[in-house]
């Protein structure tokens, strides 16, 4: 393999024309694919075939009406001491400015009964035909002014709920993984120029899946997520993976060799552990659509497509780029920055003979004696004290992973919001006036299609549901007023109508607390009997049981996404490492990086730790699908940082070297580079989690998280530590097994070879 890619690296150094001119035609057509084609992304989080979803389709297909479009709360308050009823004639004609041809009901307070017990607040509630997405500018400013209409009489007004919800189309999080990544490349390689390299190539393909992505929204309908999590993936191991064989180049450059072969060099080594690492991710990736949860699916298959997008990119623009620029990567430096040049043009020595004092040499990039040796000082401590270090790294990872115990799942709300979001002002005003429970009602429908008797049917549902106490502040039954005999000819004529009728229960929790998920399953268990008794069918809906309805099938679906992808990956680990111990402790080592990530993530989201420094003011649950993503995208990425050093470790142990030793050695080399790949990562990720939308935000500082702890504890520490107590061992493999794997040669050692028997022929 490292053959073929040594050809290709060459080859596109050559050609560096025809290779950009084809990359930047991409460009152009992905551009005239999202320009033209693109259409809107969805904000919703539904699954077909659950109980919450069946009642949205059961009353869109009968009445025409939609359940899950988007809704508005237009709350208002009076100054201390008056009455928002003697403001009415000002309330009322501004809700009459809200109507729009969207808007499918308004729900006046003064009507509806949502003014409060004191008089001094109300709500109207507004709801659409469709949903956020699909809102119209004319829409939401037709909000605005209803709000500004209402201050300017002297009011207070705020507006909340997912019609106020509009898609940002902000770029600060990439701009800010962007100069993170410029920073931490220019220490590495002391150089501008060289630091741009793999800032362009990553730019490139984070450009061309979005566009692709975007291109895809006019034929499929998307998640509001999917866009920003394929940039997100796109641009931290599209800079990664430049990086190392950008470092690899300089490296061999540095060795003597002319450009081009440097080139063809640094795509078959570190161009192979790239492949592979990218496969990791793919795997990862792709398996989400084993869950059968269609924006996941989507989520992961747009994220391994960038990554695969990515590393094309580094095996062969990369190289064209490095022609275009010539001497310019190697020779430029920045100001005041020192390094040792005479350590990069002093020849590699022989692997058996490497002084001590050297051991840094071979390393990629290398800049000087005290980078040079601080790699080594590290992992003599580690492969020194390996015993204490591998209890004190694992009971780090147990303390750190403990809050995962009392992690709570949920959608997100406009109680996670900023107190100087308007949104959150209104959902306050509500549960402050009205109780929590008013801004996340639970929707009971009952179809009546094939009941004896329609009517009795539904006064039998509202009995059931009076019965649940639980944190129940109160039911709301298709007839307020059963003795007003209008209200009920009224109610069984429409009954009759479209055969089904709605009852509405106002929780005492808020829509993200335990207790009202609790309350979901307890209404389905009063009204389990229904069908039985009169024929007609319950169904609970809602915001809350959307979530609960997910949550459920996340959980159903996560131990088959386990086995599969960890699985999958293993198999490839094996090929890669021709060893069963080393994809083991890669696998243990990645569940301890997830276990660190979400306790951090339920520390600080859910109970409040430190969250100021992210922008947060406000704790809530966990965001519902984070335990499944994370654990899909981090285990790609750990893999890559376990293929980009554990490979070095096996290069050595291939050229001769003891266990214990080739663990050192490699490690030597391969942890400054490493080091940079996981801190822009990290800056990426960190970039993300400084956004406004709480599912970014919280995929931003989880990944963050998970990538610092793998990078640092797992691998720096962790995996020298294993690797020295194990020692021989750790490359153990079957011999029936060794004989039936192909030999993929990462470590570049037919290539070697061949470039030092036959090189009139490379």
Known sequence: MAWYLYKLGRWSFRHRLTVIGVWLALLVLGGLGAVGLSGKTSDT???????????????????????????????????????????????????????????????????????????????????YDRQSSELTADDRSALEDAVDELRDAGLTAALGGDATAETELSHTAEAVGVLIALIVLAVTFGSLVAAGMPILTAVVGVGLGILGVTTLTGFVELSSVTPALASMLGLAVGIDYALFIMSRFKHEVAEGRPHDEAAGVAVGTAGSAVVFAGLTVVIALTGLSITGISFLTQMGLAGAATVAIAVLVALTLLPALLALVGRRVVSGRIPGLKRNATAEAR?????????????????????????????????????????????????????????????ELALPDDGSKPESNQ???????????????????????????????????????VAEVASVKSDVAAVVPPVTDPKDRKAVATFEAQLDK??????????????????????????RDALGDLQSQTGATPYVTGQTAAGVDISDNLAEAFPKYLV??????????????????????????????????????VAVFQWGWLQGLIGLDAQAPVVFILPLLLTGILFGLAMDYEV????????E??????????????????????????????????????????????????????????????????????????????????????????????????????????????
């Not at 306050?428 to 299609?449: K, Q, R």
């Not at 094996?574 to 569940?591: D, E, H, N, Q």
């Not at 980009?644 to 290069?651: D, K, Q």
């Open 45 to 127: 989080f539904e699954l077909p075939d659950t109980e919450s979803s069946q009642a949205f389709d059961l009353v869109k297909e009968r009445s025409g009406a939609t359940t899950d479009g988007a809704i508005a709360r237009l709350v208002v308050q009076a100054p201390e001491g008056q009455q928002v009823a003697s403001d009415k004639d000002v309330v009322e004609k501004a809700l009459a400015g809200v109507e729009t041809d969207h808007v499918a009901s308004i729900a006046d307070p003064f009507t509806s009964g949502t003014v409060s017990k004191d008089g001094r607040t109300a709500y109207a509630t507004i709801s």
């Open 347 to 407: 020849p590699a020595p022989e692997h058996a003979h490497v002084r001590e004092e050297e051991a840094g040499a071979h390393l990629p990039g290398a800049e000087g004696p005290l980078v040079r040796t601080n790699g080594r000082r590290w992992v003599d401590l580690v492969t020194r004290f390996r015993v204490p270090a591998l209890l004190l790294g694992l009971a780090f990872a147990v303390v750190a992973s403990l809050p995962v115990a009392k992690m």
């Open 423 to 461: 949104a959150r002002q209104a959902f306050d005003l509500i549960s402050e006036n009205f109780g929590e429970g008013a801004n996340g009602p639970l929707t009971i429908v009952i179809d009546t299609a094939r009941a004896k008797d329609p009517a009795a049917a539904v006064d039998a549902a």
């Open 498 to 523: 479209v055969r089904f009728a709605t009852i509405t229960v106002v929780p005492q929790s808020g829509p993200s607390d335990q207790a009202t998920k609790d309350l979901v399953g307890d209404l």
């Open 564 to 601: 599969v992808v960890v699985g999958l990956a293993f198999l490839l680990l094996v090929l890669v490492f021709r060893s069963i111990l080393v994809p083991l402790k890669a696998t243990l080592g990645f569940l301890a990086s997830v276990g660190i990530s979400l306790g951090a993530t």
């Open 644 to 651: 980009f050093l554990v490979s070095r470790m096996r290069e």
């Open 653 to 762: 142990h291939v050229h001769g070297r003891e266990a214990r030793e080739a663990v050192v050695q490699g490690f030597a080399h391969s942890a400054r580079v490493v080091t940079a790949a996981a801190l822009i990562m990290v800056g990426v990720f960190a970039g993300f989690a400084g956004g406004a939308d709480p599912i970014i935000k919280t995929i931003g500082f989880a990944l963050a998280v998970g990538v610092l702890a793998d990078a640092f504890l797992v691998r720096m520490l962790l995996v020298p530590a294993v690797m020295s107590i194990v020692g021989e061992r750790m490359w153990w493999l079957p011999r029936w097994l060794d004989r039936l794997l192909p030999n993929l040669d990462i470590e570049g050692e037919s290539l070697a070879r061949r470039l030092t028997e036959q090189p009139s022929q490379v």
